[in-house]
């Protein structure tokens, strides 16, 4: 299982808003006859590609995948028939399909006789398909993701606002592979100014579907001379407005050939997005913009970049404006992975 979960990244930036799912055949005698991964949005499912490189091996054997087969006709048929047609004796999977049009591949493969055993690494493939998981448990707004590259004293600018660099090339390149595998980047309007970044990703991995470019900001009022907003019509860009928005504002936005949205709160804007299909999202700053969505319950995922670096009184906070908590009650997120990124640490946590 450890392997499929490790194949199943290989689809990371190409499958979103389908899920990452990789697959291993045993044969009979328990070695390894075939691997797959679900490598293309609407493509063969991992559990065909692994049973198609079994081949006959495949009969008598073992199908370890890291979601339970499929048992519906959608843009690929059912991997429950391919399982049978192959002959398969065991499957053991890690994570319940949530879809409800796809579910009750375990239950119809043991109707057929096949020894079926779930939830092995579970918690594990779960974090790994977060995203896709997010779509089902909160339909009604993207699966939301910040992102905040810190110093030890979780300050994200210096005194004078300069924030690059703060980390370094690997957590970079971390960040451009991060955002591959969302359908949207946003900043709030503070940093869209200061920054000025151009929110696109320039990793390894070349996204299937260019995410969408969201700067949030209460009145709308930013310069069309930001990078975002002069390459409007290269790449897909959006202004989440709230009820500040001039006419004049407006104009000049769309005028640019950005998407306008424009909502009463951030819960409002988040939930117009998904409305317009956006179904994941990291947002990468600023500290109000980080503080008002933690502060509002909008965030499914920190992933927290530090670096080794102090930059003391009069450097910006990561995280403005969250309402203090008591240390009895305030809620403990959970760690999801602790890895080193060059000179930087990368925490992912996350909500309970
Ligand atoms: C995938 N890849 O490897 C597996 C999936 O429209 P379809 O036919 O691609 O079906 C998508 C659904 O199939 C998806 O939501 C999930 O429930 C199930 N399994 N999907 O994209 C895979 N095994
Ligand atoms: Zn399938």
């Given at each position: 299982m450890e392997r499929a979960i490790e194949l199943a990244w290989r689809g990371w930036g190409r499958v979103h808003p389908n899920p990452l799912v990789g697959a291993v055949v045993l044969d009979a005698a328990g070695a390894v006859a075939g691997e797959g991964f679900h490598?293309?949005?609407?493509?063969?499912?991992a559990e065909r590609v692994a049973l198609a490189a079994a081949g006959a091996r495949a009969r008598g054997g073992t199908l370890v995948v890291s979601l339970e087969p499929c048992h519906h006709q959608g843009k690929?048929?059912?991997?429950t028939e391919a399982i049978l047609a192959a002959g398969i004796a065991r499957v053991v999977f890690a994570l319940e399909d949530p879809n409800p049009v796809a579910m009750g591949g375990a239950e119809a493969l043991r109707a057929a006789g096949l020894a079926v055993e779930g939830g092995l690494r579970r918690a594990e493939a779960a974090a790994q398909n977060a995203p896709f998981l997010g779509g089902y448990r909160t339909p009604e707004r993207p699966w939301v993701a910040l992102k905040l590259a810190t110093s030890l004293d979780g300050r994200i600018a210096d005194q004078l606002g300069r924030s690059r660099w703060i980390s370094g090339e690997q957590a970079r390149d971390f960040v451009h592979w991060l955002r591959a595998g969302v359908d949207a980047i946003g900043v709030g309007g503070a940093t869209a100014r200061v920054d000025?970044?151009?929110?696109t990703v320039r990793g390894a991995v070349e996204p299937r579907v260019a995410p969408l470019r969201v700067v949030f900001d209460q009145?709308?009022?930013?310069?069309?001379?930001?990078e975002v907003l002069r390459t409007a019509r290269e790449r897909p860009t959006c202004v989440v407005a709230?009820?500040?928005?001039?006419s004049e504002r407006a104009e000049a936005i769309e005028a640019v050939g950005a998407r306008l949205v424009r909502s009463s709160s951030l819960r409002q804007g988040m939930a117009e997005l998904k409305r317009q299909g956006i179904g994941s999202i990291v947002v990468e700053g600023g500290g109000q913009l980080a503080g008002a969505l933690l502060g509002e319950g909008l965030v499914d995922r920190y992933y927290w970049i530090q670096s080794p670096v102090w930059l003391g009184e009069g450097g910006v906070p990561a995280v403005a404006g969250l309402p203090g908590a008591e240390l009895a009650t305030a809620e403990r997120w959970t760690v999801v992975e602790r890895r080193a990124l060059g000179a930087d640490t990368l925490l992912v946590a996350d909500r309970a």
């Open positions: 490598g293309e949005f609407g493509g063969p499912h690929q048929p059912p991997c000025d970044p151009s929110l009145t709308g009022n930013l310069p069309t001379t930001l709230g009820p500040l928005l001039s």
